[in-house]
């Protein structure tokens, strides 16, 4: 499949535990964000979104946090499992300009 | 359902060849985008649509050229293949919207010998 890198931040965990996964942004203009998720050989997929006003946003299992005085972003795995093993990538984006992409970080559960 | 599809999911070809990968979506979504994807670099813009008929550059555009004739399509093609441009290439689509959720593609693995 298509491999997403070998050198990327790699944050380890055991399976039932919570998952931060942190993100730094660059454009205080940004006005809203993403976290997608890429498992080896596809293509990366929607986690969940985060408008520049909000400070918080909760989906099933994952929470969203954004603090913009420090353009900080991170993505809350709650009883994170094997299948979350993954690249994650946060996506930032100002209106009329393209969406922006992070490096990513590799999320390995231990069983 | 609605999806996006690639093809092919590996192509291997030789310097100077042109090639031309394939994008198709079924979500009738405005807007289309080129990506390649290398280690260390994450994902880089090459070239996206907001309509048929529109085409714009991204952040990696040189050596590629993408048209859009329908809304479903957005074919890229490498006009003289370069070494430099063996990478994993994902096509995305997203609504015409105030935010811009973009959905991928499985991508395509492109080698250039």
């Known amino acids: 499949g298509e491999s997403v890198g070998l050198h990327l931040p790699t944050l380890s965990v055991q399976e039932g535990d919570n998952s931060i996964i942190n993100c730094a942004y660059s454009n205080s203009a940004s006005d809203y964000f993403i976290w997608y998720k890429q498992e080896s050989g596809k293509g990366p997929q929607f986690i969940i979104d985060i408008r520049s006003n909000m400070d918080k946003r909760q989906g099933q299992r994952v929470t969203v946090l954004l603090n913009k005085t420090v353009k900080h972003l991170s993505l809350q795995i709650a009883a994170t499992q094997p299948g979350d093993s993954a690249v994650y990538f946060c996506a930032e984006w100002e209106s009329g300009r393209a969406l922006t992409f992070g490096s990513g970080t590799r999320l390995q559960v231990q069983p | 359902d609605a999806e996006i599809t690639q093809s092919p999911r590996h192509k291997i070809t030789e310097t100077g060849r042109q090639v031309t990968l394939a994008c198709h979506q079924t979500?009738?979504?405005?807007?289309m985008f080129w990506y390649r994807q290398d280690l260390g670099h994450g994902l880089r813009l090459i070239h996206y649509?907001?309509?048929?008929?529109?085409?714009n550059k991204g952040e990696v555009s040189d050596g590629y050229s993408v048209s859009r004739s329908n809304t479903e399509d957005l074919p890229l093609t490498l006009e003289s293949a370069a070494s430099s441009q063996t990478s994993v290439y994902f096509c995305?689509?997203?609504?015409?919207?105030?935010?811009?959720?973009?959905?991928f593609g499985p991508g395509t693995r492109l080698t250039v010998l």
């Open positions: 995305a689509s997203s609504e015409v919207a105030d935010t811009d959720t973009q959905y």
């Open positions: 649509s907001y309509g048929v008929h529109d085409t």
């Open positions: 979500w009738n979504h405005n807007n």
